[in-house]
């Protein structure tokens, strides 16, 4: 990977730490625990982000933090697409 690249979700969160983490994660899952980041970052993994069970909620959300897509980037341009489906 390019250096400065995220590699996992809990890089994210070791960077940016537990409250802007858990904001960020708000945009791509409504199963956000509050109370405790590892269950939030397990139910990530384990939830398709598409319909297509092609990409979870935590890869998407690393894909677009590498892309400078998320709200914990500087130079945000934040665009997500909440047309998703949450599948329970």
Same mark, same amino acid.
């Given at each position: 990977?390019?250096?400065? @690249?995220?590699?996992? #979700? &809990?890089? #994210? &969160? @070791? ?11 708000? &945009? &791509?899952?409504?199963? *956000? ?5 590892? @269950?939030? #970052? ?17 890869? @998407? ?16 341009? *934040? ?10």
């Amino acid at each position: 990977m390019a250096r400065g @690249k995220m590699k996992s #979700i &809990y890089g #994210i &969160y @070791k960077k940016h730490g537990r409250e802007a983490f858990l904001e960020a994660a708000e &945009y &791509y899952s409504c199963h *956000v625990n509050w109370s405790s980041v590892d @269950k939030t #970052i397990d139910e990530m993994e384990s939830r398709w982000y598409d319909l297509s069970h092609t990409l979870t909620e935590a890869e @998407k959300m690393v894909e677009d933090y590498n892309n400078g897509n998320t709200i914990l980037n500087d130079d945000c341009q *934040v665009f997500v697409d909440m047309g998703q489906s949450f599948v329970m």
